[in-house]
T-cell receptor
Framework: GQNIDQPTEMTATEGAIVQINCTYQ??????LFWYQQHAGEAPTFLSY????GLEEKGRFSSFLSRSKGYSYLLLKELQMKDSASYLC????????????FGTGTRLQVFP | DADVTQTPRNRITKTGKRIMLECSQT?????MYWYRQDPGLGLRLIYY???????NKGEISDGYSVSRQAQAKFSLSLESAIPNQTALYFC?????????????FGPGTRLTVT
């Protein structure tokens, strides 16, 4: 079967660092995505990893280990506006590019 | 102007009614998708289309149908709405502009079936 697991909720303090983990078991793998979704709004693209290692983009970084079926999203210098849900999604096939989404991690940032 | 638009943004309908949700895009992308989002279940794919003549079922297509009227338009229909179709519906497009298929989501349609 296909399964993507991530924590349901996390909390953190403004200015801190938080790591959101995602583990996956899929029949194929053609990359892992992280999306940010503010309440009631559309998901927006944050990152894409297809090779092992860390991809850094400003305050956000994403890591992938294909052998472990594991990824994390690292958010540094947290701001109040980072309060949102973070969706992990796996592309299982090159030809179809269909995404399988996890249920999302709701992050609340407190002052 | 938004690149991916959805109409209506909110809709309340009664059980048994037929309803159509519309999606339009100005991004020029061939690939379009319909998802629904339910609390605790995440985004689930209903239908997807790689071009006007190519339409495919996703993981939860029962009770839904789609029409790809043009490259820019992809509509989702609920033939006979039922309460468990109450959800937030998203349309998305995708392209390989950056070397991988990145999906761009519309603002969503909140549908309530009473």
């Amino acid at each position: 079967g296909q399964n993507i697991d991530q924590p349901t909720e996390m909390t953190a303090t403004e200015g801190a660092i938080v790591q959101i983990n995602c583990t996956y078991q899929t029949s194929g793998f053609n990359g892992l995505f992280w999306y940010q979704q503010h309440a009631g709004e559309a998901p927006t693209f944050l990152s894409y990893n297809v090779l092992d290692g860390l991809e850094e983009k400003g305050r956000f970084s994403s890591f992938l280990s294909r052998s472990k079926g594991y990824s994390y999203l690292l958010l540094k210098e947290l701001q109040m506006k980072d309060s949102a849900s973070y969706l992990c999604a796996v592309s299982g096939s090159y030809n179809t590019d269909k995404l399988i989404f996890g249920t999302g991690t709701r992050l609340q940032v407190f002052p | 102007d938004a690149d991916v638009t959805q109409t209506p943004r909110n809709r309340i309908t009664k059980t048994g009614k037929r309803i159509m949700l519309e999606c339009s895009q100005t991004k020029g992308h061939d690939r379009m998708y319909w998802y629904r989002q339910d609390p605790g279940l995440g985004l689930r794919l209903i239908y997807y289309s790689f071009d006007v003549k190519d339409i495919n079922k996703g993981e939860i297509s029962d009770g839904y149908s789609v029409s790809r009227q043009a490259q820019a338009k992809f509509s989702l229909s609920l033939e006979s709405a039922i309460p468990n179709q109450t959800a937030l519906y998203f349309c998305a497009t995708s392209s390989r502009d950056r070397g991988f298929y990145e999906q761009y989501f519309g603002p969503g349609t909140r549908l309530t079936v009473t």
